[in-house]
């Protein structure tokens, strides 16, 4: 069974890898504690982006863009709203996470609603200012 397990990571592991060399960015693993794991992926699903796309922006916010004098604001535009082909005024139904800000956004709130691509994008105010 421990092989079994083994080898399924490897599998995702060669494919993450294979994903990368043909966007031709590279692949960077890292062993975390399970509570930080843990942390990082209920992060990524409130925000309702892939973990890949949440480690990719914390790093870029980290290295390039501060090297770039780059503040946080818009930390998440180039890979999260790349594909937004339009934006609409929206009142939650429920609390959601800001996509951009991670910002918990209450019920009957007014919020961006953010259209194209796989899924749609939920933002506060002040990062669809920002756009």
């Given at each position: 069974m421990r092989k079994d397990i083994?080898?399924?990571?490897?599998?995702?592991?060669?494919?993450?890898?294979?994903?990368?060399?043909?966007?031709?960015?590279?692949?960077?693993?890292?062993?975390?504690?399970?509570?930080?794991?843990?942390?990082?992926?209920?992060?990524?699903k409130n925000m309702g982006i892939?973990?890949?796309?949440?480690?990719?922006?914390?790093?870029?916010?980290?290295?390039?863009?501060?090297?770039?004098?780059?503040?946080k604001a818009g930390i998440f535009e180039d890979v999260l709203f790349e594909d937004v082909i339009g934006w609409d005024e929206i009142t939650l139904s429920k609390s959601i996470n800001c996509a951009g800000c991670g910002v918990q956004l209450a019920e009957a709130q007014r919020a961006a609603l953010g259209l194209g691509g796989d899924k749609p994008i939920v933002v506060c105010d002040s990062c669809?200012?920002?756009l």
């Open positions: 083994t080898g399924r990571r490897s599998d995702r592991r060669e494919k993450a890898m294979s994903i990368a060399v043909r966007r031709k960015e590279e692949y960077l693993g890292a062993r975390v504690p399970k509570e930080l794991r843990d942390k990082v992926i209920q992060k990524a892939p973990v890949s796309i949440l480690i990719r922006n914390i790093l870029e916010e980290a290295f390039v863009r501060d090297d770039a004098g780059v503040g669809k200012n920002k």
